[in-house]
Nanobody
Framework: QKQLVESGGGLVQPGESLRLSCAAS?????????EAWFREAPGKEREAVSF????????YYTDSVKGRFTISRDDAKNTLYLQMNSLKPEDTAVYYC??????????????????WGQGTQVTVSS
């Protein structure tokens, strides 16, 4: 059974950092073409945050997190990470990792991904 499990969320103050982890089981993450982090804030649609391409390690970030967030992957641990620095209250959301064996390109559409983690809550508040 293909599974993703996120961890690392929590309550932090503005300006602080968190590192989210997404551990894969039942499949080898780097056999797929792209992994992604999405987030969903209360009352808002799920939005793409960051992607990493396995072919060449290319990374992509939504404008609101550029320069603050870093996506990475540890193949030995079959785990995806999202390092989040200088967190802002508007970063508050449930964060999800996602991938799909059929996806060959970066997609901002959540419906293109069919393997999802359960989500981890990130709350940024003073």
């Amino acid at each position: 059974q293909k599974q993703l499990v996120e961890s690392g969320g929590g309550l932090v103050q503005p300006g602080e950092s968190l590192r989210l982890s997404c551990a894969a089981s039942g499949f080898t993450m780097n056999y797929y073409h792209v992994e992604a982090w999405f987030r969903e804030a209360p009352g808002k649609e799920r939005e793409a945050v960051s992607f990493i391409m396995n072919s060449d390690g290319s990374t992509y970030y939504t404008d609101s997190v550029k320069g603050r967030f870093t996506i990475s992957r540890d193949d030995a641990k079959n785990t995806l990470y999202l390092q989040m620095n200088s967190l802002k209250p508007e970063d508050t959301a449930v964060y999800y990792c996602a991938t799909d064996p059929r996806l060959r390109y970066v997609s901002f559409d959540p419906s293109d991904y069919h393997i999802w983690g359960q989500g981890t809550q990130v709350t940024v508040s003073s």
